[in-house]
Nanobody
Framework: QVQLVESGGGLVQAGGSLRLSCAAS????????MGWFRQTPGKEHEFVAR??????YYADSVKGRFTVSGDNAKNTLYLQMNGLKPEDAAVYYC????????????WGQGTQVAVSS
């Protein structure tokens, strides 16, 4: 089955950087749309970025600071986060959207990002 595993979270000072990884198994992620989301207390997922065949789209809140990239050989999606702000603190998830689905059907376990000042 499809499995997504996020890693790379941690605590960073405001203005610092982190790179999150999402390792996919079960299928090649390049054939599907992938997304990064984040969740804070309140149990609502916020869209962060979308990756589809190399094309990217970012939420306004992170545009210019975050960058999505993929490594086809490693079947891994990355989220480079620069200029981190306290409001970026959240649990970050990657997700996969099958081509015949209207939603992201597969999710990873999440990795926590904390930002201090």
């Amino acid at each position: 089955q499809v499995q997504l595993v996020e890693s790379g979270g941690g605590l960073v000072q405001a203005g610092g950087s982190l790179r999150l990884s999402c390792a996919a198994s079960g299928l090649p992620f390049t054939r599907y749309a992938m997304g990064w989301f984040r969740q804070t207390p309140g149990k609502e997922h916020e869209f962060v970025a979308r990756w589809s065949g190399g094309a990217t789209y970012y939420a306004d809140s992170v545009k210019g600071r975050f960058t999505v990239s993929g490594d086809n050989a490693k079947n891994t999606l990355y989220l480079q986060m620069n200029g981190l702000k306290p409001e970026d603190a959240a649990v970050y998830y990657c997700a996969l959207q099958p081509p015949d689905s209207v939603s992201f059907d597969y999710w990873g376990q999440g990795t926590q990002v904390a930002v201090s000042s």
